[in-house]
């Protein structure tokens, strides 16, 4: 098939591309639309953009910023757009570029892990061909609605623990069809509906909490405690209820609903709309803590309530946080607790559990110590 001859651009029209609408980036002569990427880039949008308009070898070979991945540049491959100056080139019809996508025309086998089949955080963002993926596992065909794909796949255990933990990226991080129908909306939620929901009656129960407590310090120590006991309810939940793999009946019923409740976030983890809990799904898990509350704190209905406001308080931080672990550029501390948390979805899933701190993995013993990949990927 003839390849596609791409245009050439100055490099003040490069340099006019620099915004969220329309990114341009280049590499030597080679120039890239990665409009597509900005939200989904692991590093967090705001990063990329400090470099929309410019040259990004040197961003992507620093060692000290971050030494890029030859996923990185795979990513290009796919947004190339044209040339600086009057160069031109092909790209062949799979994507790939006819003169190489690196120095040497070539793409060295890498390695990765072999429980998910990816060596680093920027293959999270790497699209994955639906056809391609399908004709190879056997799994579920990302262009079709995947929730009835999988109730009648008749699916073994041990088959779909292997497939659902190797993660996909569906077209630039945009949400794959789950049901297909008018419950396909109920089935997504932005981030930020998450503390506008909640927010306002968190705020409420404790100013209702203090004003049935003796003092401020005891309603400031009851909410503390809420957000600390939270915490430890976040790293049981994300280990023995979102990760309860082992004891996971093996039968349609328990994979299915295990999908549902965390499963397609490990096949789909750069998916921006099922990253938070739906408010729906919220209550039903958090109404039986509203009666452990006043169960341990019976004797004071002001002293539960304020505890329980402090655990909301707590989820809500959860929530955010896990968002902008995966989609946003974050301040050191968060940056490697970033890092940390995207260990868990290319590495090792059995271990990191704690999502806005890495405490209760230390303590439980749970802690990713990150093994070199082993196994290598072929092309």
Request: hydrophobic residues 35%; charged residues 20%; aromatic residues 16%.
């Amino acid at each position: 098939m003839p390849g596609k001859i791409l245009p050439s651009f100055t490099k003040a029209e490069v340099e006019s591309h620099n915004s969220a609408d329309s990114c341009y980036v280049t590499l030597g002569s080679k120039v890239y639309d990665i409009t597509s990427f900005v939200e989904d880039h692991p590093g967090g949008g705001d990063l990329v953009l400090e470099y929309a308009g410019k040259d990004v070898t040197e961003i992507l070979q620093d060692p000290v910023s971050h030494e890029h991945s030859e996923s990185a540049y795979e990513i290009l491959d796919d947004s190339l757009v044209g040339f600086i100056g009057t160069e031109s080139s092909t790209k062949s019809a799979n994507g790939s570029l006819t003169n190489g996508s690196l120095a040497n025309g070539n793409k060295a086998s890498q390695p990765v892990y072999a429980s998910t089949g990816m060596s680093n955080e920027e293959d999270l963002s790497v699209d994955t061909d639906p056809n391609q993926d399908y004709k190879k596992h056997k799994f579920l065909d990302l262009n079709k609605p995947l929730l009835m794909q999988l109730w009648t796949g008749g699916f073994s255990k041990d088959f779909y623990l292997d497939q659902v933990h190797r993660p996909r990226h569906y077209r630039g991080g945009e949400s794959a069809p789950l049901f297909g129908n008018f419950l396909e909306p109920l089935s997504k939620t932005s981030w930020y509906v998450v503390p506008i929901v909640w927010l306002p009656p968190v705020i409420y129960g404790a100013i209702l909490g203090k004003t049935g407590l003796e003092s401020t310090p005891a309603a400031a120590g009851y909410f503390i405690f809420g957000v600390f006991f939270w915490s430890l309810i976040e790293y049981f939940m994300h280990r023995f209820l979102f990760h309860i793999d082992k004891f996971l009946p093996d039968n349609r019923v328990g994979i299915t609903l295990h999908f549902l409740l965390h499963g397609i976030h490990h096949y789909l983890p750069m998916d921006k709309y099922r990253l938070v809990m739906p408010p729906s799904l919220f209550i039903i898990l958090a109404t039986p803590f509203w009666k452990f509350a006043h169960t341990v704190l019976f004797f004071n209905w002001y002293a539960a309530l304020t505890a329980y406001c402090g655990g909301v308080f707590g989820y809500i931080c959860y929530d955010v946080t896990h968002y902008f672990l995966h989609h946003r550029n974050l301040p050191p501390y968060y940056k490697q607790l970033k890092k940390y948390h995207l260990q868990h979805h290319f590495a090792d899933f059995d271990n990191g559990f704690g999502v806005t701190s890495r405490f209760w993995d230390r303590i439980f013993g749970t802690e990713i110590e990150l093994p070199p990949p082993k196994v290598l990927k072929t092309q």
